[in-house]
């Protein structure tokens, strides 16, 4: 162990966050340094490999008087009954303080829900924040967990549910639950649940168009929807947007009829929309400029667009956001057209437009586009100019012989 590690263990003081990954020490010195989790508020222990003694002195962490541990991230680690029945125990002390807990990819079942869920629902009013991303819990799983969010005492503003293998069932008691309680939470990702479907978010339009719905972000990345979704989405949020700043419908069909419904949230003057992803959802030419036609209506919030993977806008659809770029109302930031089919007459459009608007982008990928060298050596120089605020270029030429080469009179100011 380190002399830094050794210091941990030696010391009295509270520590404000314990990463056991960002310390100097082999995989056996990070083991010993566990117990420090005692003494800390911020504590992550991913993919520590933790033995039923670690187990044991987490629970201890969060039974203690006092106890200090504000945020527990446990993601990357097996637990198998007997670590869930000691974070259990630890969850349910009258003592725990606990505001955020992680526990992605953690091989977690229903039963092991059922158990953290019942631990939850004892001592409810602390915790703002769970992650339960990457385990199976299928729909009984959810079942549990909407036990918590019917308690008049919990106070989540953030669930993260993403890879959980849920289906429309599932969406369904989620959102029965959340609307029997005027519930605080703020960000909801039910990403990669691939039997979500459009049915699923049909029961989710239920909880976004009531008055009292605070959700300021929303992700729905791979969940198997279409333009129906898209229609239903835009519908819902029409009648309630002044809270949601991000939404991400990445990776599904939504092609260009999905994407002219959602022009009509972009459109109205109470959406305060400031992220959008789009990538890999089948959009052409044709989505790019009803986007643009929507966002030029209502410009002043949009800070992010992702619209990676959307091999088909091409030249012609940037052409159509080169005309929201040079809007004095567009405040874009970060702009990513990442795999989009472009080639050098992109690269000019996009300079003329910055040129003639350079104030707010800041970061702009076009990586794996059909672009030389000589291509984005304009754009790396109005990264050296005063002028102009772009500080992150991304862009790597996808070539047979050599995937991953990059510009060679742009490497210096190039971000991979």
């Not at 909880?207 to 791979?222: A, S």
């Not at 672009?371 to 984005?376: F, M, N, P, Q, V």
């Not at 002028?387 to 070539?399: G, I, M, N, P, Y």
Request: hydrophobic share 35%.
């Amino acid at each position: 162990m380190n002399a830094s590690g050794s210091d941990l263990l030696m010391s009295e003081e509270v520590l404000d966050d314990l990463d056991l990954y960002r310390l100097e020490s082999t995989a056996e010195g990070r083991q010993r340094l566990i117990p420090a989790v005692r003494r800390c508020k911020k504590a992550r222990l991913g993919g520590c490999v933790l033995s039923e003694t670690d187990w044991k002195e987490v629970a201890s962490a969060l039974t203690s008087n006092p106890s200090y541990l504000t945020e527990l991230d446990l993601s990357d680690n097996k637990m198998q009954d007997q670590s869930v029945k000691l974070l259990s125990s630890g969850l349910q002390s009258p003592n725990c303080k606990l505001q955020v807990l992680r526990l992605k990819n953690c091989s977690l079942s229903e039963l092991s829900c059922a158990a953290l869920t019942s631990a939850l629902k004892s001592n409810p009013s602390h915790l703002t924040e769970l992650d339960l991303g990457a385990n199976k819990l299928q729909d009984p799983g959810v079942q549990h967990l909407c036990g918590l969010l019917q308690s008049p005492d919990c106070r989540l503003q953030t669930l993260r549910l993403d890879d959980c293998s849920l289906s429309e069932t599932s969406l369904s008691a989620l959102v029965l639950a959340l609307m029997s309680n005027s519930t605080p939470l703020t960000e909801l990702d039910l990403s990669y649940n691939w039997d979500l479907q459009d049915p699923g978010v049909q029961h989710l339009c239920g909880f976004l168009q009531r008055p009292d719905c605070r959700l300021q972000t929303l992700r729905l990345k791979n969940c198997s929807l279409s333009e129906l979704s898209c229609a239903a989405l835009t519908s819902a949020l029409k009648s309630n947007p002044s809270h949601l700043t991000e939404l991400d419908l990445s990776g599904n069909e939504l092609q260009d009829p999905g994407v002219q419904h959602l022009c009509g949230l972009l459109q109205s003057p109470d959406c305060r929309l400031q992220t959008l992803r789009l990538n890999a959802c089948s959009l052409s030419e044709l989505s790019c400029a009803a986007l643009v036609w929507a966002l030029k209506s209502n410009p002043s919030h949009l800070t992010e667009l992702d619209l990676r993977g959307n091999n088909d806008l091409r030249d012609s659809g940037v052409q159509h956001l080169c005309g929201f770029l040079q809007s004095p109302d567009c405040r874009l930031q970060t702009l990513r057209l990442w795999s989009c089919g472009l080639s050098e007459l992109s690269c000019a459009a996009l300079v003329w437009a910055l040129k003639s608007n350079p104030s707010h982008l800041t970061e702009l990928d076009l990586r794996f586009n059909n672009l030389e060298d000589a291509d984005i050596y304009e754009l790396t120089g109005l990264m050296e100019s005063p002028d102009f605020h772009l500080q992150t270029l991304r862009s790597v030429r996808l070539l047979p012989a050599n995937p991953t080469r990059v510009s060679c009179r742009a490497a210096a100011s190039l971000a991979l």
